[in-house]
């Protein structure tokens, strides 16, 4: 069972962003920029291109409306998105907000206290 299974379970905590029967959303909890965010099918896929068409096209729709809200919420020069799943192989597309290139690179990461997580999380879904 993946570790995105166990927060859709509520098994593990998450800041979520976002839910509906089909996908969540969450904050990254080692993110590269304040306001990095998760879109995950609640069915377990290991990979993106494994699923099934009409189902990557809802991920992508679902993935499209959370951008939306991160850009209102959090300052940024605009949302960068990325799928990489070597590290957890369960889908998840990363919506990440960018004031430069090296938000991209999954290298310098920022660091939030839980009160900031939780903060940015309601802001994120307030604006949905
Ligand atoms: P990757 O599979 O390479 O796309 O990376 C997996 C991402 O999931 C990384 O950015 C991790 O920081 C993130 N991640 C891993 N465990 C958790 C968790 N429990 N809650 C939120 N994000 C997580």
Redesign the pocket.
Known sequence: MS?FTK?ISGE?P?YKVAENDEFIA?????PNAKGHT?CVPKQEINKIFDMDKSLYTCLMEFSYDVAQAIEKAVPCKRVGVAV?????PHV?V?LIPLQDMDDMR?QRKASLTPEEFEETAKQIAANL
């Not at 969450?26 to 080692?30: E, T």
């Not at 990489?84 to 957890?88: A, C, F, S």
């Open positions: 570790i927060i593990i998450s969450f904050l990254d909890i080692n998760l990489v799943g070597l590290e957890v998840h990363h999954f």
